[in-house]
């Protein structure tokens, strides 16, 4: 697997097909993702080979042949953005396509504006190259957040998110003892009506959210550290759902009064998924010094 700089002005993507016999066109369908605009210029450009070899799209493809895909800059045009400090980048991951980091709690996933630096900026300071976002995570949250490092892999990594194919578990600090040592919170969760910044549970127009929460640890200090897992993605589910149900996060300056720490009890620690392009699961653990010391 790898990804190199071609004479197009554009990239070339070469791996080991790791999926079952189908044809060309099932691969790039539904597989790769790969547009339809893109598709058409690879099969009238002539830059699919299968083996070192030009194919037809409906000619088969098989678990190991070599599927080689070049991309010019008509196929996808260069994005630059301004690049910020590599030396704020903890890398837990990364390989051609993707890398996989340690956000500190504090710094933005990415800018409000077209010069403001943020996470984003320095990991493609990092890579040396502009990078992608494919999921968020809140300026006050800390831990692992994966990056496309090219164009071509982003609709991929889309997919595997939209279809909770991508793990992810957050450790929380909350406030009082919970009960049950496992439950799930399934209240739909929406915008609300006077505060831009913040989400509620709406019962009648909210969107399907749904959290898998597991205590981990009791304090006398009437505080609980939990593990939580995401079944959906909505903005501030977590923070939204823990404060709905009686125990808000602990720091947390949007729902929680009770502030004990100077920052959010939040960490995404563990986050997991099968690579498409090599079925490989990937499973990668985050530490944060804050959150640990936040602790009783």
């Known amino acids: 697997m790898k990804i190199q700089a071609n004479s197009l002005g554009g990239f070339t993507v070469t791996f080991i097909n790791?999926?079952?016999?189908?044809?060309?066109?099932?691969?790039?369908?539904?597989?790769?993702?790969?547009?339809?605009?893109?598709?058409?210029?690879?099969?009238?450009?002539?830059?699919?080979?299968?083996?070192?070899?030009?194919?037809?799209?409906?000619?088969?493809?098989?678990?190991?042949?070599?599927?080689?895909?070049?991309?010019?800059?008509?196929?996808?045009?260069?994005?630059?953005?301004?690049?910020g400090n590599p030396e704020l980048v903890?890398?837990?991951?990364?390989?051609?396509?993707?890398?996989?980091?340690?956000?500190?709690?504090?710094?933005?996933?990415?800018?409000?504006?077209?010069?403001?630096?943020?996470?984003?900026?320095?990991?493609?300071?990092?890579?040396?190259?502009?990078?992608?976002?494919?999921?968020?995570?809140?300026?006050?949250?800390?831990?692992?957040?994966?990056?496309a490092k090219n164009p071509f892999i982003l609709p991929i990594m889309n997919r595997l998110l939209e279809d909770r194919e991508i793990g992810?578990?957050?450790?929380?600090l909350i406030d009082g003892v919970i009960e049950n040592k496992d439950t799930a919170i399934q209240f739909p969760i929406g915008r609300h009506r006077h505060d831009r910044r913040k989400r509620v549970v709406d019962l009648k127009h909210g969107q399907k959210?749904?959290?898998?929460?597991?205590?981990?640890?009791?304090?006398?200090?009437?505080?609980?550290?939990?593990?939580?897992?995401?079944?959906?993605?909505?903005?501030?589910?977590?923070?939204?759902?823990?404060?709905?149900?009686?125990?808000?996060?602990i720091g947390d300056p949007l729902y929680c009064q009770r502030t004990t720490t100077q920052r959010l009890m939040l960490h995404a620690h563990q986050l997991y998924f099968k690579h498409p392009l090599t079925l490989e699961t990937i499973r990668v653990d985050a530490k944060s010094e804050t959150f640990e010391k936040g602790l009783p």
Request: aromatic share 8%; proline share 4%.
């Open 18 to 83: 790791p999926y079952s016999q189908m044809t060309v066109k099932e691969l790039l369908e539904t597989k790769l993702l790969i547009p339809r605009k893109i598709r058409h210029f690879l099969r009238t450009k002539k830059h699919l080979l299968i083996n070192q070899q030009l194919v037809t799209w409906q000619d088969l493809v098989t678990k190991g042949d070599e599927i080689s895909l070049s991309f010019d800059s008509d196929d996808y045009p260069q994005k630059r953005i301004p690049f």
């Open 209 to 249: 959210a749904i959290t898998q929460v597991k205590c981990l640890k009791r304090y006398r200090q009437q505080l609980s550290l939990v593990d939580c897992s995401l079944k959906t993605g909505r903005t501030h589910q977590i923070r939204v759902h823990l404060s709905y149900i009686g125990h808000p996060i």
């Open 168 to 172: 992810r578990n957050y450790w929380a």
């Open 90 to 147: 903890e890398c837990l991951y990364q390989d051609s396509h993707l890398i996989v980091v340690n956000k500190p709690e504090g710094m933005k996933t990415h800018g409000n504006e077209p010069n403001e630096l943020a996470l984003l900026n320095h990991v493609s300071a990092f890579v040396g190259q502009t990078c992608y976002i494919i999921h968020r995570l809140d300026m006050e949250t800390s831990g692992a957040i994966i990056f």
